[in-house]
């Protein structure tokens, strides 16, 4: 037998540097507890930004590197360092930082006080940047599955009845999900032998898909298991109970993380499916992407509780997104990111709204943690709140001059170019329906009035100097994204481009 | 500093608004007025520094927004904007220095200072984009003012309000994002501004389909007629201050948007659905009037009144001649004038009695003289009577759409005649006969705020139907040249001969309006 013989060089190991930084930050975190228990949250919290931060260089290191000599291969070329990884761990990253320092609040939550849940919340970074950072289907599997691990066990830590149930309800569905991308994978191994995703549109594309039929199969599991990932329509049906049990911050944080994740592996996977020119894929796609748009929509017409509202809400933002995978050309893709990066701003603003108005025990005349009826009247008590959470709302229906409103336009756009009138228009008028459900919310905070025995100071009850700070920003995200808009659109057309998307 | 005039009248508002935040509430109200006075006054300095002669844009600027999209912050005036944002300021400053008393005035004038910015921003835009961005902020101000002032089924008005416009928008946004693709593939870069469109000329079957997509989002603005089942309940529910400023300004950024987008740049597409078009705006004409004399409320007559009023703008510009042009834009001065007149006088009735059923009324003119002397010549005003400011509107607004058609300009005559009826039969129900009502014995006549409102919109009511020139010269130069435009664009045979080039009858305008006087 031959010695294996490995020069370091040939590694790249840079390309593993942002994965590993968290991951170190993760065990420095449980050596710190071994060594000394009983540290306050607030030190675990700070240590968990810095890590993220060094992350975040990390990560403008590779982009630089990126924009210089183009797409990385490392490790044995099973990562994968292109501009949709750069892109898309830039918004895992930065959703990060944002989201963490909500665990400073100022009632006690159960979950903050166990220094595992900072490390658990690195470990997810880092299993989401692995699974972003690859074409190995392998690979994608172990970060999606060390993610989701940690993701149900973050769940399940905020003690409540509900989130019991939620992460059990999550890990199921996602333990379906894990058997039908393995089996997928598996499809498409034993079609091409191979578990590269360029490697299998090689072999594909060169014996032109005579094995169709297989093919298709590879295709519905793989479909099935990240629909269940970014909550498509019929693979949604655990996202609503999941955002009601989990906390308002991990709710937001659902919505944009482990979507963005994968999107990009759905990306990378139909994107040459789509170019197949395989027509039954498509008119699959679009039914399911006009399906998760409307109907989502429809059901969140008649929630009572902000947080479901919200939950099904973005289902209906992740058909939206779904559409530019559809439509799969630059500037759909480009539209992608830009639609995420907004959608994170105002996002994270609105589920923290929620977050900091959380109550321990809930009134007699709520029925829900967040129901609508605790927002009556708020412009009375509470104006600069109110005023701010309907700028969220507005944003998220697509009012401009608001963040979302851009990424819509971009997209609707994109639909346009590519020849997709009906979509655009379908698009259209889905932005027009979801405009009545965060209607009201708007109506309930400036229109009705308050219910009675409300106390006015629940609205910011759980609010801190760090809580408010992240709404800050996420406010002037959200009104002053215009002004932002051009230099990412070019940032993210040509990271787009270069990476051949 | 006339570079940036358009720019800072919009974002003048914008600012005082959020430091009106810092206000104390006793002195909000002064604040409000002064501000709107600055306003106005920039206003006029606009109108000063205007060049009535010349029909191209002026004042424009120009700062990229999303180059690499083709979106730049593009603004500019014609004769045809210009006196719509002057009348939006002095609306709006009347509106507020005649506020009643009412909850939460501080938040109403914040209110009222942010959708000031809207309806300048949204005449003053000359890039779709920006101009979108307006249009759709300008819903939220007054969402706010019906649902959170507004009667007692306010929120289902205002949220019905929202989502009509909402909807109707989305539909146009897919229509500019298409012009926006069209230029791109005849040009190679993108572009939003809408004197870029202008230079476009689009195949025929594009044009329809655009002026439909364009049509729904102005059509549920105006409101015409299938789509206007919004507007009732708006007007209905919305305190006297909402249904002035949005008879006054708002309904004519729909009027407007026909003229500056649809107009030029679909004009085959115009020729094309002139007839169609000229059949809903006359039904809105004739039903609307029909609909109002069956009204029991005085607020909902006059509600229906303006839709009635708008039926003829557009008949006007769709008369696609300088004269149904130039007539329409005078009859949106005009109609916001006499109907934002109106609805102060019924809020001023309102204010006393908390009433506006019309049964309730009645022998007004003897307790109240000086209020049935202004409503009085008001209500001659709507009905369009020589000498007052809406006829010189109707009028050329006719004789342009008598050139295309005379029956339907006959019939809308006729509508104008069933307005009369409807509108003197209500005023006979509130003014004449005897007081049945004990009520209304004592009822005190117009105050000083209140006569501060209605003396200048009266005054302007009767000084432009006497002497239309100063406005009606900068609308007629502007309207030309988009004439003109129309008709070097349009293609098919039968466009050619319908929009007339305006160099040849240069004589025609200017004897129409001798006639009008």
């Known amino acids: 037998m031959e010695p294996v013989n490995v020069s370091l060089e040939s590694l790249n190991l840079v390309t593993l540097s942002p994965m590993l930084i968290p991951i170190v930050g993760a065990l420095l975190i449980l050596v710190i507890d071994t060594l000394k228990g009983g540290l306050d949250k607030t030190m675990y919290v700070v240590l968990s930004m810095l890590f993220i931060i060094l992350d975040l260089g990390a990560l403008f290191n590779s982009s630089s590197v990126f924009s210089t000599a183009g797409t990385m291969m490392g490790v044995f070329d099973v990562m994968l360092i292109d501009g949709l990884a750069i892109l898309s761990q830039f918004i895992i990253v930065g959703a990060s930082l944002l989201f963490i320092p909500l665990a400073l609040t100022s009632k006690r939550f159960h979950e903050f006080s166990y220094p595992e849940f900072f490390a658990l919340f690195l470990f997810m970074i880092s299993g989401f940047q692995f699974m972003v950072a690859t074409d190995n289907l392998i690979l994608i599997f172990v970060g999606l599955e060390t993610a989701s691990l940690a993701l149900y066990t973050i769940i399940a830590m905020h003690n409540r009845d509900k989130s019991f149930e939620a992460a059990i309800k999550y890990f199921t569905m996602g333990a379906l999900a894990a058997g039908f991308y393995s089996f997928g994978s598996m499809v498409f191994y034993a079609l091409t032998g191979s578990v590269e995703i360029n490697q299998i549109a090689t072999v594909l594309a060169a014996n032109d898909y005579a094995d169709i039929g297989y093919v298709l199969v590879g295709t519905v599991f793989l479909l099935a298991s990240l629909g269940f990932k970014v909550s498509l329509i019929p693979f949604h049906t655990w996202t609503p109970d999941v955002y009601e049990g989990a906390s308002a911050a991990m709710a937001g944080y659902m919505s944009i993380v482990p979507k963005i994740a994968g999107f990009i592996v759905t990306m990378r996977l139909f994107e040459f499916l789509i170019h197949s020119h395989v027509v039954w894929l498509e008119y699959v796609l679009y039914a399911i992407v006009v399906l998760t748009m409307t109907a989502a929509n429809m059901w969140a017409l008649v929630q009572t509780d902000v947080k479901r509202m919200l939950a099904y809400s973005s289902i209906s933002h992740a058909g939206f997104v779904m559409a530019a995978v559809m439509i799969g050309t630059t500037q759909s893709n480009s539209a992608l990111f830009l639609y995420w990066i907004l959608f994170s701003f105002t996002n994270l603003g609105s589920f923290s709204m929620l977050w900091i108005s959380r109550q321990k025990s809930l009134p007699d005349h709520q029925d829900s943690d967040h129901s609508y009826n605790k927002f009556a009247g708020m412009i009375n008590t509470a104006p600069v709140a109110a005023v701010i959470m309907s700028i969220f709302m507005l944003s998220l229906a697509g009012v401009p001059p608001f963040a979302l409103f851009w990424g819509k336009l971009y997209m609707i756009s994109s639909a346009i170019s590519a020849g997709y009138t009906v979509l655009a228009l379908i698009m259209a008028l889905n932005s027009a329906i979801a405009g009545y459900y965060y209607l009201k919310l708007i109506v309930y905070m400036l229109m009705k009035e308050p219910v009675k025995g409300m106390s006015p100071t629940i609205y910011s009850s759980n609010a801190t100097l760090s809580l408010k700070t992240v709404i800050g920003i996420a406010t002037v995200g959200t009104i002053f994204a215009f002004i932002a808009i051009n230099p990412l659109l070019e940032f993210i057309t040509t990271f787009v481009y270069n990476s051949g998307y | ?517």
Do not use: C
Not at chain 2, 53 to 61: I, K, L, N, P, W
Not at chain 2, 127 to 142: C, R, T
Not at chain 2, 290 to 298: F, P
Not at chain 2, 382 to 398: A, D, H, K, R, W
């Open chain 2, 1 to 517: 500093m006339v570079d940036h005039i358009l720019s800072i009248l919009i974002f003048f508002p914008l600012v005082a608004a959020l430091f009106g935040f810092i206000i104390n509430k006793d002195s909000i109200r002064a604040y409000g007025v002064a501000v709107s006075a600055i306003e106005f006054a920039i206003a006029l300095w606009l109108w000063f520094a205007f060049d009535g002669v010349t029909s191209g844009m002026q004042f424009m600027e120009s700062i990229p927004l999303i180059p690499s999209f083709g979106i730049n912050y593009t603004l500019g005036v014609d004769g045809i904007s210009i006196f719509i944002i002057i009348l939006s300021t002095f609306v709006t400053l009347i509106g507020i220095a005649s506020l009643g008393e009412i909850k939460n005035i501080k938040n109403m004038i914040i209110t009222l200072l942010i959708l000031q910015m809207t309806m300048s921003g949204v005449f003053a835009a000359l890039d779709a984009i920006v101009f979108y961005v307006f249009w759709e902020l300008s819903l939220v101000p007054m969402l706010y003012i019906i649902g959170a002032w507004g009667g007692p089924k306010r929120i289902y008005a205002s949220i019905k309000f929202f989502l009509y416009t909402f909807t109707g928008s989305l539909v146009m946004l897919v229509g500019m994002l298409f012009m926006a693709y069209f230029y791109n593939q005849a040009t190679g870069q993108w572009s939003f501004a809408i004197l870029d469109w202008y230079r476009l000329i689009l195949p025929e079957n594009f044009q329809l389909w655009l002026f439909a997509a364009f049509f729904i989002g102005f059509a549920i603005k105006v409101p015409m007629f299938p789509f206007h089942t919004w507007l009732p309940y708006a007007h209905g529910q919305a305190p006297t201050i909402g249904s002035v400023i949005l008879a006054a300004i708002l309904l004519k950024m729909g009027t407007y948007a026909f003229i500056r987008f649809s107009l030029p740049l679909f004009p085959d597409a115009s020729v094309f659905f002139m007839y169609p078009i000229a059949v809903l705006a006359i039904i809105m004409v004739i039903y609307t009037a029909m609909v109002a004399y069956a009204q029991k409320d005085i607020k909902q007559v006059i509600a229906y009144s303006s839709v009635s009023h708008m039926g003829i703008i557009i008949l006007g510009t769709f008369a696609l001649n300088v004269e149904g042009i130039s007539g329409s834009v005078f009859l949106m001065l005009g109609h916001g004038v006499v109907a934002g007149a109106l609805f102060f006088l019924v809020g001023v009735i309102y204010d006393r009695r908390h009433t506006k059923t019309m049964s309730e009324f009645g022998g007004l003119a003897h307790s109240m003289p000086r209020y049935a002397t202004i409503f009085g010549i008001m209500m001659m005003a709507s009905v369009g009577m020589p000498l007052t400011i809406n006829f010189v509107g109707e009028f050329l607004s006719l004789l342009g759409f008598f050139k295309q058609s005379q029956i339907l300009t006959l019939l809308a005559g006729v509508g104008i005649i069933v307005g009369a009826i409807y509108m003197l039969s209500s005023f006979k129900k509130l003014f004449y006969g005897e007081i049945t009502n004990e009520a209304n014995r004592n009822l005190p006549d117009i105050n000083k705020r209140e006569l501060f409102a209605l003396i200048p919109l009266t005054i302007i009511a009767i000084w432009l139907g006497i002497y239309p020139k100063p406005v009606l010269e900068p609308i007629n130069n502007s309207v030309e040249s988009i004439v003109q435009l129309m008709h070097d664009k349009a293609q098919t045979p039968e466009a050619k001969s319908r929009i007339p080039s305006p160099l040849k009858e240069l004589t025609i305008p200017t004897s129409s309006i001798e006639e009008a006087h």
